[in-house]
């Protein structure tokens, strides 16, 4: 029942703010609806029209998104916001059975449901404006959710999904490589122990040791899902498509503010000849830190994946608002196990609105009145990369994963 509630209420308040978003994208100056829902839109009507939706200016999307929004072009331009917050809820419902899977309580997993997620304003706002991340944030729980209950195919083949639709689930797979192999009963097809101990000899063995039957099912099924997807839209798109949907983002400079704390290195050297090459640098940082998290994490890997998610945007070359739906859609899965006051708790998620809030600040006035403030922008952004360091050291250290038994068949 409280589930149901839950679920009635965050729908009922989706719908308010998608209706008010109408009334204020035709009332107001400032709109209300995401600019990237337009850039979906339109990308969206050239599809229906038989042209690549990269005819469409800053789309950096796979085509099978704007495919799912061809009703926008054909039925009404909201049908779009409508899918994502179905796509948002149904994650919650994904999280909640998660939840009740990894042995929490009906009343604890619909507790931790709607404070992080289905009552929680920010996923709220990125859906009914129009940015399709909670589709993703679908994809990913469904993955963990169904991993967690032994059925590695559709796992697998949620994954590969995920990984086309965006390319930073792709972070997930060392993790669950490493889950997957530590499973009891799993086969290993690497080497024995007698392999000799060599400075090249030791990585192969335990990179050949990872291929137990699990681990190959699930790379064989995901892999063939993104090379399908990847071919069939490469054969209709070209050089393009990957380009776009995939090249983009792995080479991306964004030199507009952003949270992350390199966007005022990269604003300065934008036109320098080392600019594309310290953007390829600010990976570094990233993958050792995730590399760190995978092998030390893995076995409890829905933790293991929220660190990594907010490790990655937090450290990334762009971070913006909607980023965060990344790792606060994981939150309600290890909320259970962190053991710390409730003092504690609202005092972090204090200094982490503050955070933003300092950030803002110096962004409105260069973004509405036209001052010079990137510099103080920056230095806020520096900040705002301490606070969340200091949220993920403190969740670390409080987390306690209980001695639950899975509820394999709740």
Known sequence: MAAAAALGSALLARLCLV?????????????????????????????TQGRSPYG???????????????????????????????????????????????????????GCCAAAWLLNP????????????????????ATLYLLEGGSVGKAAACYGLAVHMRVYPVVYALPIALHLRSRPGAEHTGPGRSTRFTFVGYPWQLLVGMLTRHVLLFGAIAGSVLAALSLGFYHLYGWEFLEHAYLYHLTRRDIRHNFSPYFYMLYLTAESKWSFALGLAAFLPQLLLLLVVSVAFYRDLAFCCFLQTAIFVSFNKVCTSQYFVWYLCLLPLIMPSIKMSRRRGVLLLLLWFAGQGLWLAPAYFLEFKGYNTFLVIWLAGLLFLFINSLVIVQIISHYQKEAQVAKKQQ
Do not use: H
């Open 19 to 47: 209706l008010f978003g109408l009334r204020q994208d035709a009332a107001m100056r400032v709109r209300y609806t995401d600019i990237d829902y337009r850039v979906f839109t339109d990308a969206a009507r050239l599809v």
């Open 56 to 110: 469409r200016a800053t789309y950096r999307y796979s085509p099978l998104l704007a495919w799912l929004l061809t009703p926008n072009a054909y039925l009404a331009e909201a049908f779009g916001k409508l899918l994502f917050v179905a796509g948002d809820l149904a994650a919650g419902l994904v999280a909640y059975r998660a939840l009740r899977r990894r042995g929490a309580a009906a009343g604890q997993a619909c």
């Open 122 to 141: 920010l996923p709220m706002a990125i859906s009914s404006r129009g940015n399709a991340e909670a589709l993703v944030a679908l994809l990913v729980l």
